[in-house]
């Protein structure tokens, strides 16, 4: 949230935004990350196809058209990289050991990496549109009642608790039997078992998805470390290292400027071997763009487990998602009596059960801890009145005068 106000002010970035159905670590995800690595991969596009990639250091017989092919069969073959103060080897087995053959690929696997940000928000999307609710409409609905008067504040709360409660009726299990109620049973502390029908069909959704965020940014530290095939899962380390050392790396093994080409070319019967030396500019801004992407995939991975942990922690624990819903009744005056103690576990358990409080965190992390309040005391005073609460009020109030 505190990442969205700093940009919130921004129409186009509330235009990229669009909806309310996940909170900002998901945001930092689906939606930053995919918009960083797709400048990147414009940046780096722009040289390839519009610069020189590849300059080669050509014999001085070969006229412009060679040169042309030089470079052009370079960049489409993989170079490889000797140190100046090595020797260039003479067999084909070491030169393969120091190819390097991602340059060209670049533009694509940071296409590709963009779109597995993207993934596990579809799928989100998918998820919740096939539960039987319009989280996202909730959310902004709620969000959207800061910049709103008084009136239509009142009203835009009002139905919003209108639609929760049918909801939440319509997604109630109204069948009977031992194994429905063992499973209903189980379903309310933990998420082994899990349906539209159980109440935790969200919530269960909600911790796959912040599984897959997880994965999916640990997980490309290894992508690209397969796809550079140069140890990337140290490189920050290295750069670290380097930095604290003072020491300059000119002449990078992983993203070198300067590099060793070897071609072919027939004439008539006789084939002339040549090697060439290259440069490749495009690496500059590789190295660049890796070693930003190799600190900010680190960054969101540990922010992704941090908050997967602080979600589990406080949904899948009964006594936290109660204690969530007794703070909100404390500040509306409805937690004093014995029977409100005993009506607010069912409130949460049988009422809102683990679908509806995490509706309800979702509201706080996109609008406000003032509008989770209203709307609890006014899904709270639906739940009063429905007739098994007023059969139950009246029982107690009967006891009490015996």
């Known amino acids: 949230m505190e990442l969205d106000s700093v940009l919130g002010s921004f129409a186009t970035y509330a235009r990229l935004k669009g ?28 040289k390839q196809y519009v610069g020189e990639p590849i300059h080669c250091w050509c014999p001085a017989q070969f006229e412009d058209s060679h040169v042309d092919y030089t470079n052009n069969v370079c960049w489409i073959s993989n170079t490889y990289f000797v140190s100046m103060e090595h020797v260039i080897p003479q067999h084909d087995a070491p030169k393969k050991e120091k190819e390097i053959g991602y340059y ?27 539960a039987g609710v319009n989280l996202d ?22 139905h ?58 640990v997980g490309q530290l290894f992508i690209l470390n397969e796809f550079l095939g140069t140890n990337y899962n140290v490189y920050g380390f290295e750069v670290m290292d380097h930095l604290a050392r003072g020491i300059d790396w000119i002449d990078s093994p992983r993203f070198p400027r300067v590099t060793l080409c070897d071609f072919r070319i027939r004439q008539m019967q006789n084939v002339h ?39 589990t922690y406080t949904m899948i624990f009964r006594q936290h998602r109660l204690r969530y819903l007794k703070k909100f009744l404390r500040v509306n005056d409805c937690y004093k009596s014995e029977l409100d103690k005993k009506m607010a576990i069912k409130f949460g358990e049988q009422y809102l059960r683990q679908d509806g409080i995490f509706v309800l ?12 309040s209203e709307l609890v005391l006014q ?14 009020n009246q029982i107690s109030d009967d006891n009490s005068n015996v």
């Open 19 to 46: 909806r309310y159905d996940d909170d900002w670590i998901d945001r930092l995800n689906h939606l930053y990350t995919t918009i960083i690595l797709i400048i990147f991969t414009i940046v780096v596009s722009t």
């Open 104 to 130: 060209q690929w670049v533009p694509m696997i940071l296409l590709f990496q963009a779109l597995l940000f993207k993934v596990p928000c579809i799928l989100w999307r998918i998820l919740t549109a096939s």
């Open 137 to 158: 409409k909730i959310v902004t609905l709620a969000a959207e009642t800061a910049y709103i008067s008084a009136e239509d504040r009142e009203r835009t709360i009002k």
């Open 160 to 217: 919003i608790v209108r639609y929760m409660d049918r909801w939440l009726e319509n997604a109630r299990e109204y069948r009977s039997g031992c194994f429905i109620r063992l499973r209903q049973q189980i379903s309310k502390y933990c998420c082994i078992v899990w349906g539209k029908r159980y109440g935790n069909y969200l919530v269960t959704m909600y911790m796959f998805i912040k599984l897959l965020y997880l994965t999916n940014a």
């Open 273 to 311: 071997d040549y090697t060439v030396q290259c440069v490749l500019p495009i690496n500059l801004f590789n190295e660049k763009i890796f070693m930003f992407i190799w600190f900010w995939l680190v960054f969101v991975s540990t922010l992704s487990a941090g908050n997967f942990l602080i979600w």
């Open 361 to 372: 965190r979702l509201v706080g992390k996109n609008a406000n801890d003032v509008m989770v």
């Open 379 to 392: 899904l709270w005073n639906f739940y009063r009145n429905k007739p098994l609460f007023r059969h139950a």
